[in-house]
């Protein structure tokens, strides 16, 4: 059963690939997630080059983060944009005339999209502000459509009734 190819057991102690169990790399014997046995530098040793462990194998210096920006910072930027594309509506309510449109604004859309953008060092509030965010833009297209519908039926009357 151990030699056999549909063995489960056999999968998951092969790994990802197909490869045989037989061709697959030796563990070391040093458990996952130790660090390696440090040496102590020679004189050969050049400075800053990392350090070498016990086996032989040489180990580069720890490198510094990543300077680009967080992950979902372009996430917050989408959503915050978007709000401040959802603004269009009521200033075209504004020229016609309409002043209620305001209103229903989405202000609190825009609000939390630069929440979202000034907590960006915080990975779980970042998320939290761009779903608010979405949940926002969502709600006022759904109510954009409520408002279009009598806007459109009242300017077809004032085109029937020459207004």
């Known amino acids: 059963?151990?030699?056999?190819?549909?063995?489960?057991?056999?999968?998951?102690?092969?790994?990802?690939?197909?490869?045989?169990?037989?061709?697959?790399?030796?563990r070391s014997a040093r458990p996952?997630?130790?660090?390696?046995?440090?040496?102590?530098?020679?004189?050969?040793?050049p400075p800053g080059t990392g350090f070498q462990a016990a086996s032989g194998q040489r180990f580069a210096p720890a490198t510094p983060p990543p300077s680009g920006?967080?992950?979902?910072?372009?996430?917050?930027?989408?959503?915050?944009?978007?709000?401040?594309?959802?603004?269009?509506v009521p200033a075209l309510g504004l020229s016609l005339g309409l002043?209620?449109?305001?209103l229903v604004a989405n202000a609190p859309g825009v609000v939390l999209g630069i929440m979202a953008l000034r907590k960006i060092p915080d990975a779980v509030q970042v998320e939290k502000y761009i779903r608010y965010t979405w949940a926002c833009n969502f709600a006022y297209v759904a109510l954009s459509v409520v408002f279009a519908v009598p806007v459109i039926v009242f300017a077809a009357l004032a085109l029937l009734l020459g207004f």
């Open 99 to 102: 002043w209620f449109f305001v």
């Open 32 to 45: 996952v997630g130790a660090a390696p046995m440090r040496t102590a530098p020679t004189a050969t040793t």
């Open 1 to 26: 059963m151990h030699g056999d190819r549909s063995d489960p057991r056999a999968f998951w102690e092969r790994g990802q690939g197909t490869a045989d169990v037989a061709a697959t790399p030796r």
């Open 69 to 88: 920006p967080p992950a979902r910072v372009g996430g917050a930027v989408a959503a915050l944009v978007v709000a401040g594309l959802t603004l269009i």
